[in-house]
């Protein structure tokens, strides 16, 4: 039976691969106190489909490169918060010169 790891998306920057950081609580034998233990897996993702910040469950495979031995299996959780590149409108560029018009007009006295 193929080991199955849950854990999040920490990259996806590669094409066809994701890295996904994998935590487990372990206690301390001497001083019985818990602990985080996380590790990087790097895993194929034949689609694309995981996005940074998601929820992930991957399983053991055959090598398929250098360092991945996983495959992703499902997402189980979407990312609630994903960083969307703004996109640059007439309107936010007439308002960024207005800010920089002001700007001058406190620096020097009057405007250019």
């Known amino acids: 039976m193929a080991k199955t790891v849950t854990g999040i998306v920490s990259s996806n920057k590669s094409d066809k691969t ?18 985080t233990v996380s590790k990087k897996v790097m ?8 996005k940074l910040g998601d929820k992930v469950l991957i399983s053991e495979t055959r090598p398929i490169s250098k360092h991945k031995h996983y ?9 609630v918060i994903r960083h969307e590149e703004a996109v640059v409108t007439e309107k936010t560029l007439a308002t960024k010169k207005k ?3 002001l700007a001058e007009k406190e620096t020097t006295g009057e405007p250019k």
């Not at 994998?22 to 602990?35: E, G």
């Not at 895993?43 to 995981?50: F, G």
């Open 43 to 50: 895993a194929h993702d034949e689609k694309n489909e995981a």
């Open 99 to 101: 800010v920089e018009a």
């Open 18 to 35: 994701i890295v996904v950081t994998a935590r487990s609580r372990k206690t301390h034998p001497l001083y019985k106190k818990q602990y």
């Open 71 to 79: 495959t992703l299996t499902k997402v189980l959780n979407q990312a």
